[in-house]
């Protein structure tokens, strides 16, 4: 047993032994940190930099090294870090970094030295990580009894097409701006607004995957500016650190009657918008459909609106406990509105929707992005879906859409979502956002 | 795949494995799945036709196979002969068999048809327009895994 437990320690020992990652340690704010060598190409000292007049209050200018011009960015302030003062003449410390097809230059407060560890070492980031955003930390390790946290420096700067979504509009940056009160830090707050703003959208995406995109950008911002009055410009208030802080940014974005049945005033609305088919036949496809009240509320319409047409709904969720409930939801008299009260049934385990209703609608385990057996159907129901999915997700499943609806058909989406898409024509109100496919 | 076909497939493959097998069964997470899947050495597969069209795919690797057939048998098989092929199709179809007897309690019918098995290595199974249901079963001999592909006649 004994020389069991001498193989292991020594197996130990020379995994730890070995270098296999050699990486720069440099400090931020009295903590310290890391990056690969391998994306280092040199470290150096200087100051002066030449200004670059509208660039991102990040980039500290652009500076000539040997003959190449690097541009400059100060990590501080990227990370919300507070930054000495610096005076004219001293130096300030700078890493020079090779990506992929570019160099760059990183301002830091000082560079300490080089570290070999074993790869192997080397931990996930904890989810709940203070000033910089999770996605940018390769790991973490310990050497020397410090903790380094290794900065994964082509996420940060690699040319990432999401980069361009994630730049602030001008309003909500001179908004956050102005409601400071100091001369001096306007544009300090202002530049925090920046970061806040794209960090905010990367905890949304990390915490609930839900994405920030064309779809409902229009909601986001006018979200953001409310929760800086709520939580104040500070920017260690304004961060999401938790899904229960996601949870409240996102609490008003959810569709009117969400998880419950439709009220009067909805079901109206949705009757209201629906077009005239001439026809004998109607299919409704409402891919997210949840436990299924939103089907059952929809289908109560159709009835009504297109009596004596047969009427075939196809609810689909990817979600599969609460899609295992929807064909026999059992609910309460009271929460149910009057139109559906005349398809309900007494069963053993409460009340439940009686046959005619339930013939119509079949509920399936289905992923949306997955394909779909139908060739065309005339409405669509899918309320708070595409917010939930990356945006290439989001591209492929409008185009989706506008494949599988009838020209003149009729595509429902979320009370705070927007397609911009010409093929759609906007026939919504406050209730309901409801798009004709032209 | 409509709702009220999982839970027959699930129950029916739990109930099936406990009763032959001497062995611990555990039940995975489900999943949906719609791209080009490996399949890992020994495939059983039965189709199935009626108010559905699709089939159930029984998905193990040879050793898996082997272990449990030797335990259906209560004698150690060496190799996939005759007897290891016959007695994973008899799996296959008792298995099926539960499942479908159970949907037609609901109301739902379906036939079967006869087993057939695939033996190989680097194997893939491609459905074209189907998602598949993934039902994963954790055997002590190892992983046995159910994928159901069936869709509505439209």
């Known amino acids: 047993m004994s020389s069991v437990n001498e193989v292991i320690n020594t197996t130990e020992k020379e995994v730890k032994d070995t270098v296999d990652f050699k990486m720069v340690t440099f400090s931020l704010a009295g903590k310290d940190y890391s990056i690969d060598i391998m994306k280092v190409k040199e470290i150096s000292n200087a100051n002066r930099f030449t200004f670059v007049p509208n660039s991102l209050p990040f980039v500290k200018g652009v500076y000539n090294l040997r003959g190449d011009i690097i541009s400059i960015i100060d990590l501080r302030i990227m990370f919300n870090l507070p930054v000495a003062e610096v005076t004219d003449k001293s130096l300030e410390n700078l890493i020079i970094l090779r990506l992929d097809d570019y160099q760059l230059g990183i301002l830091v407060d000082s560079i300490d030295k080089v570290v070999g560890i074993n790869s192997a070492s080397i931990q996930p980031p904890h989810p709940i990580f203070g000033d910089i955003n999770i996605k940018f930390i390769q790991g973490v390790v310990e050497h020397d009894e410090r903790l380094y946290v290794i900065l994964d420096v082509e996420k940060i700067f690699g040319q990432d097409e999401e980069f361009e979504m994630i730049t602030p509009p001008q309003e909500s940056y001179s908004a956050s701006g102005a409601d400071s009160p100091f001369g001096r830090t306007v544009k300090t707050a202002g530049d925090s607004g920046n970061l806040d703003y794209s960090f905010i959208i990367e905890n949304l995406k990390t915490f609930k995957k839900f994405t920030v995109s064309g779809i409902n950008k229009e909601w986001f911002d006018r979200r953001f500016a409310e929760w800086i009055k709520l939580k104040g410009s500070n920017t260690e208030e304004l961060q999401l650190k938790s899904e229960s802080d996601a949870d409240l940014f996102l609490s008003g974005f959810f569709s009117i009657a969400t998880g419950r049945f439709w009220d009067d005033t909805l079901l109206s609305a949705f009757e209201k918008i629906l077009p005239d088919f001439r026809k004998n036949t109607v299919s409704v496809w409402n891919p997210g459909c949840g436990n299924g009240y939103e089907t059952y509320s929809a289908a109560a319409v159709l009835f009504k609106k297109y009596a004596g047409a047969s009427i075939k709904i196809w609810a689909s969720d990817n979600d599969l406990l609460s899609i295992s409930n929807a064909p026999n939801l059992v609910f309460k008299r009271e929460s149910l509105p009057e139109i559906l009260e005349e398809y309900t049934t007494e069963s053993t385990t409460g009340l439940q929707f009686n046959q005619v209703l339930k013939d119509v609608i079949l509920f399936e385990y289905h992923n949306a992005m997955h394909p779909n057996p139908f060739m065309e159907v005339d409405i669509i129901i899918a309320r708070d879906l595409l917010s939930f999915m990356n945006t290439n997700d989001q591209a492929h499943l409008v185009k989706e859409f506008e494949d599988k609806l009838r020209p003149g058909g009729l595509l429902v989406i979320g009370n705070n979502e927007r397609i911009n898409s010409t093929r759609f024509k906007y026939i919504g109100n406050s209730h309901i956002t409801g798009y004709i496919h032209e | ?154």
């Open chain 2, 1 to 154: 795949m409509r709702v009220e076909y999982i839970n027959p497939f699930v129950e029916a493959a739990f109930n099936v494995l406990k009763e032959v097998l001497t062995s611990d069964v555990k039940r995975g997470e489900l999943y949906l799945k719609s791209t080009t899947q490996p399949v890992m050495g020994v495939a059983a597969l039965v189709g199935l036709a009626g108010n559905v069209e699709g089939r159930v795919l029984f998905d193990m690797s040879i050793e898996t196979a082997l272990a449990i057939a030797s335990d259906m048998n209560g004698e150690k098989l060496e190799q996939m002969d005759d007897l290891a092929k016959a007695t994973i199709t008899e799996l296959a179809n008792m298995i099926t068999a539960q499942a479908v007897t159970k949907l037609h309690e609901l109301g739902f019918t379906f036939d079967l048809t006869p087993p057939a098995i695939f033996t190989g290595e680097n194997m893939e199974v491609t459905d074209s327009e189907v998602e598949a249901l993934i039902v994963p079963m954790e055997l002590s001999y190892g992983k046995v895994e159910i994928n159901v592909a069936v869709r509505e006649r439209v």
